[in-house]
Each structure stands twice: as structure tokens, then as C-alpha cells.
């Protein structure tokens, strides 16, 4: 049982959903909330992240902390998401279990799923078949974490559970146009277009822009957490979505039409499409009694109001 004055760990609280997990957790009136710099503790190392569980002993740990990025990182830093993400999960999911915090929350990510899953996607398809060759390594990593999670639950009794949120975007997003994701990729081009005071505008689009996302905004993935942080469930794995998706096209338009610029919407077809679409299966989280509460037009609006505080 988790009560207010808990101790939890968010581990990668500067990050997009760590800091929505912070203030979220806040805002529920949680009042032991511990966090810890990259600089302070660098995750991947192994002993460091051993000797900080042991001393400071929290009783859930919320696993924020990844190495993230949109197609272009991924499919450029392979190694280093493998790597990265493989020695943080271990190190915070094996240090959990040797210090006997029987109870913790791991993200994986909607791109563990077979590149051509069945949509929508049901937490079952994990493994039944070939994954996305751009986000090949980070998928292999999150999917070793899930099964750590899996496995200590079967061999050790812990409760170790991994949600799999859909595509994320809000306030202290990755707006790096080489790292970020489509969302804030979007929302930063819309806005240096609508700067630029050249009359014809071109919204250029990686590839065909008829691959289907679904996304979510960040504040419902921290809802999430909280929420599963407080119930018990006999999964190891459920998706975290809205359960319905949309055309790259179709989210310019909605971007172009919130950030109030005119534009021509062309594609840079060189570059790759990535999944043809991924739209998870959000029955599991509803049965559970979670459900996604922000629109897509809610969700995009407050991200873009908080990218002008802090472009
Ligand atoms: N963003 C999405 O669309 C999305 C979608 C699905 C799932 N997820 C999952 O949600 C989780 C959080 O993603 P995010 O978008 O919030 O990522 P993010 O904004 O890049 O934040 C990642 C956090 O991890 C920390 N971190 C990275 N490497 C570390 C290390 N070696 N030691 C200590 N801390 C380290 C970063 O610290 P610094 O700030 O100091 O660098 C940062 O606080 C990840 O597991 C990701 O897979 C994200």
C-alpha cells in the first residue's frame, strides 16, 4: 500500500514524463517524492545506482529514465540506445529487487510491438513477430526490461509492472529537431514558420505522411502511473493510449491550425515512414478502471503553450 507520505523514487524526473510524474504526484498530495540528477547518479552505472537504492530505500520507484529520441536518433545512435537503456532498466530494476522494494512501475514503449502488428495493438502481440528496423535496438531493450519485470515477478514474487504509453508529447518535450519525436517536431516547424515572414509557407513532412500515431498527452501517462502505482493487477503489461490514432497529415493540420499559420504541407519522401501505424488496444488499462481524459486538441494546445514559456 502506497500512502501520502511514501517514499517514491522518480527516477528521470527532468525528462518529459518524469516531471509530469513529479508534478502530478504533488498535485495528489504525495509528499516524499525522491529525484536525483543525471549528474548526480548516472543510471547506467551499476554500483552507483546499487549503493543510492540501498541508502535511500524507496518504496516504489516510478522508472522515468531512458535514453529517448524520435526516428532520425534511434536509427543513428543504435548503440548507444541499446546500451543505455539496457544498463538503467537492469541496474534500477536488480537493485529494486536486491534492496526488497518489492513494487515498481517500468515504461516501455508502443514500438515494442511487431512493425506489422495486428491493430489495435493487444499486449499479447509482444514478440509475435519482426520489429521496426529504425527502432530496432531501443525495442530490444525495452522488451528485455519488460521481461526482467516478468521474470522477477514469476522467480521472486515482486510486483513489477510495465506500462506501455503510446507516443507522448507536453511540457518539457524534446523540441531538438534532429532528436525529437513528430509531435514536438511539428509543433517547433509550425512555429518557425509562423516567425517566418515569407508570404508561401512549406510544412515539409518526413516521408509519406499517411502513416498512422496515436498520442497521448503526458499529464495522462503520469494519471496512469499514479493510478497503478495504487492498484493491484495480476498483469505484468498493460498499454497506455487514447485508442484512437490519426494520419501524420492529419496532426499538421490540427498543429498548423492551433498554432494559427497558413501553410503547404509537402513530404520529404527520402526520408522513412517508420510502423505504417500503431494504435494500441487500450481495453486491458479500462478494465483496470484507467482511461485517457485530455483531447488531442486539449493535449496539443497546452504543449504549445508551454513550448512558447520555454523555446
Ligand atoms: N516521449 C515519448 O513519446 C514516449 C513514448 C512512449 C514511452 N516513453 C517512455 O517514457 C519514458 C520517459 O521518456 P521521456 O520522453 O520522458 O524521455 P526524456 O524526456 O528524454 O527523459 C528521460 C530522462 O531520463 C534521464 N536519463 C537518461 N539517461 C540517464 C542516465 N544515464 N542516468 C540518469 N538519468 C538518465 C534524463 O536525464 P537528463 O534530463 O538529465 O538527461 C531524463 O530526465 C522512457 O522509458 C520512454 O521509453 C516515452
Known amino acids: 500500500m502506497i ?14 514524463v518524469g516531471s509530469a510524474v513529479v508534478r502530478m504526484l504533488k498535485l495528489y498530495g504525495y509528499k ?12 547506467t552505472n551499476q554500483l552507483k545506482t546499487f549503493n543510492y537504492l540501498k ?8 522508472i522515468c529514465s531512458a535514453k529517448v529520441g524520435g526516428i532520425l536518433a534511434n536509427n543513428t545512435f543504435k548503440g548507444e540506445f541499446i546500451y543505455e537503456n539496457l544498463q538503467i532498466q537492469n541496474n534500477l530494476i536488480h537493485g529494486a529487487y536486491l534492496n526488497n522494494i518489492k513494487n515498481l512501475i517500468f515504461l516501455g514503449s508502443s514500438c515494442v510491438y511487431p ?10 502481440y509482444l514478440l509475435n513477430g519482426t520489429l521496426e528496423k529504425t527502432n530496432e535496438p531501443y525495442a530490444i531493450a525495452k522488451i528485455a526490461g519488460i521481461k526482467l519485470c516478468e521474470s522477477y515477478n514469476y522467480q521472486y ?21 534532429n532528436t525529437s519525436h513528430f509531435i514536438p517536431a511539428l509543433i517547433k516547424k509550425a512555429y518557425l514558420l509562423k516567425k517566418n515572414k515569407k508570404k508561401s509557407k512549406i510544412l515539409k513532412l518526413w516521408g509519406s505522411g ?5 498520442a497521448i498527452y503526458v499529464d495522462d501517462i ?8 495504487n492498484k493491484k ?11 484512437k490514432d490519426y494520419t501524420i497529415i492529419e496532426f499538421a493540420k490540427k498543429i498548423l491550425k492551433i498554432i494559427q499559420v497558413k501553410a503547404q504541407i509537402k513530404f520529404d519522401r527520402s526520408k522513412p515512414d517508420g510502423t505504417p501505424q500503431k494504435l494500441l488496444d487500450v481495453s486491458e488499462a479500462a478494465k483496470y478502471g484507467w482511461s485517457s481524459k485530455t483531447t488531442l486538441e486539449d493535449g496539443l494546445l497546452k504543449a504549445y503553450k508551454s513550448f512558447l514559456i520555454t523555446k
Open 115 to 124: 512493425r506489422n502488428c495486428k491493430q489495435p495493438i493487444k499486449e499479447k
Open 3 to 16: 500512502f501520502k507520505n511514501s517514499k517514491i523514487f522518480v527516477a528521470g524526473h527532468r525528462g518529459l
Open 157 to 177: 514474487g515482486t510486483n513489477y509492472l510495465c506500462l506501455m504509453p503510446t507516443n507522448t508529447y507536453g511540457p518539457n518535450d524534446n523540441y531538438n529537431l
Open 233 to 243: 493487477t495480476n498483469k505484468f503489461l498493460i498499454n497506455i493510449g487514447v485508442g
Open 32 to 43: 516524499n517524492i525522491l529525484t536525483i540528477s543525471k549528474k548526480k547518479l548516472d543510471l
Open 222 to 229: 503520469a494519471d496512469a502511473c499514479i493510478y497503478f502505482m
Open 210 to 214: 499517411k502513416v498512422r500515431r496515436e
Open 55 to 62: 541508502k535511500n530505500k524507496p518504496k516504489f520507484i516510478i
